[in-house]
């Protein structure tokens, strides 16, 4: 058996050692330190936001974001259904409500029509929802200007998760920068890791001051420990930022990388029943993962699942699309506003293996097991 094609696995790009040697030299392995400021400046000069805070995990960034804005138990939070359990996990912290809205076709994101019912409909109950969570999924941007002009209107702020989408674009800028706050994730299998990370970002200097405190702690500041508020250990460490600095340096390349193995699938998997996420006019999306529909009716019978299993016998990974949080035991009796999309999604949908480290060889060794199992109509027929 050839060694195993992971889903999306960490790419060192070989300029981590000289950050990380560095704080070796000088004693910074606590937390914080000069990588982490580095590291902080130079994410936000990618961006172009004013203010950064790198973090342990998006999930911390999330629940930070949350406090700030000042969600307590009883208050309701809007988020995307179709989406990791780690947007949601956060409002729950909080003893909030997650109200959970459905998706749309074009980008498979939050969609605006079901966030408007769904403000409508609460307010009608005499409980105005307290923020927005909008998600970009697998790197695609949602429907940004419609989403933020019912935001506006309502008077909602708005969390974008861009955990899966560093080096995405709508209409030429950044993802995560256009709300309140973004946050990121430097998980090993994001575009970029720092090992375990995330990162609050905003243009509101409040915002991410506040961050930052509540993220050491809430120290005080005073010679002793003195505390005021609950305080979280969320700070990213300097070696951790160290690594993020040199994975940043070829974030670009790797969003190159992403999308040519998207374009190298489009190019290939040309067959009845097998269809993909395309980008609308103003989306860029990073391709973080490239997803797949596999519609067994067009097909002949073949369904994601035995393309993933079939994969899985040759040591090549992939996985189901996100199941919606409204199917999660953990959340499907909280309210959601629905439609069907994420779930349809879910039953047709799967995750290719898309590391930018993947080779030409790896490439065309996935694209010819899928062809051999859409040949073959039955996975279990197949003699490999």
Known sequence: MSSKIWL??????????????????????????????????????????????????????????????????GDEVLVSSFTFSATVN????????????????????????????????????GKKPKAIIVVHLYGMPAKIDE??????????????????????KYKGKPVGTFGDMGILSFNGNKIITTSGGGALISDNIEYVNQARFLATQARDNAPYYQHSHIGYNYRMSNILAGIGRGQLEVIEERVKQRR?????????????????????????????????????????????????????????????????????????????????????????????PSGSNLSATDKNEIYSFIKLILSEKKIHDINF
């Open 260 to 352: 040519e193995n998207y374009n190298f699938y489009y190019e290939h998997l040309k067959f009845p029943g097998i269809s993909f996420l395309t980008e609308i006019e103003e989306c860029f999306s990073n391709r973080w993962l490239t997803t797949i529909l596999v519609d067994p009716i067009k097909t002949g019978g073949v369904t994601s699942s035995d393309l993933r299993l079939g994969l899985e016998k040759q040591n090549i990974e992939s996985r189901p699309l996100w199941k919606p949080m409204h199917l999660q035991p953990i959340f499907r009796n909280y309210p959601s506003y629905l439609n069907g999309v994420s779930e349809r999604l879910f039953d047709l949908g799967l995750c290719l």
């Open 147 to 168: 989403i933020f002009s019912i935001a506006k209107i309502y008077d909602i702020p708005v969390i974008e998760d861009a955990a899966e989408a560093l080096g995405s």
């Open 90 to 125: 956060p409002i729950v912290y909080q003893g909030a409500i997650p109200i959970l809205i459905d998706s749309e076709e074009d980008t498979w994101n939050m969609s605006p029509d079901l966030l408007e019912e769904a403000i409508v409909d609460r307010l009608s109950k």
């Open 8 to 73: 999306s696995s960490p790419h060192l790009s070989g300029n981590e050692m000289k950050y990380i040697d560095e704080a070796f030299k000088t004693n910074w392995i606590a937390p914080l330190g000069p990588n982490v400021n580095a590291f902080e400046n130079e994410l936000g000069e990618y961006l172009n936001v004013k203010h950064v805070a790198a973090l342990i995990s998006g999930s911390s960034a999330i629940h930070l974001a949350l406090i700030i804005l000042g969600i307590k138990s």
